[in-house]
């Protein structure tokens, strides 16, 4: 069974950039959709970002449109978001997810990180 880890949050200010990533272990990821959520404090699993298999196609949450880009690294098995221009608001755990298919909800997810926390000061 697959792993998957995400790594490179931390604390940052507010206008800042992080890049996040999530790196799996037991297989490839190259047949899988993934996908980034996050979950602020008080508040329920967002959907962020997701991406196809092959790279293509991607699409975003509102919220972060113009500001965070998923990609990924077959070869490395790896998916990233990178963050720029942070905001307080993006303050959450960041979860990464293996899917099917690109989907934006939670549940068509299949398989889960088990995340990490992003904070953002004003």
């Known amino acids: 069974q697959v792993q998957l880890v995400e790594s490179g949050g931390g604390l940052v200010q507010a206008g800042g950039s992080l890049r996040l990533s999530c790196a799996a272990s037991?297989?490839?990821?190259?047949?899988?959709?993934m996908g980034w959520f996050r979950q602020a404090p008080g508040k329920e699993r967002e959907f962020v970002a997701t991406?196809?298999?092959?790279?293509?196609?991607?699409y975003y949450a509102d919220s972060v449109k113009g500001r965070f880009t998923i990609s990924r690294d077959n070869a490395k098995n790896t998916v990233y978001l990178q963050m720029n221009s942070l905001k307080p608001e993006d303050t959450a755990v960041y979860y990464c997810?293996?899917?099917?298919?690109?989907?934006?909800?939670?549940?068509?997810?299949?398989?889960w990180g088990q995340g990490t926390q992003v904070t953002v000061s004003s």
């Open positions: 037991g297989r490839t990821l190259s047949v899988d959709a």
């Open positions: 991406i196809g298999w092959s790279g293509r196609p991607t």
């Open positions: 997810a293996r899917g099917p298919a690109v989907a934006t909800t939670l549940t068509a997810y299949p398989g």
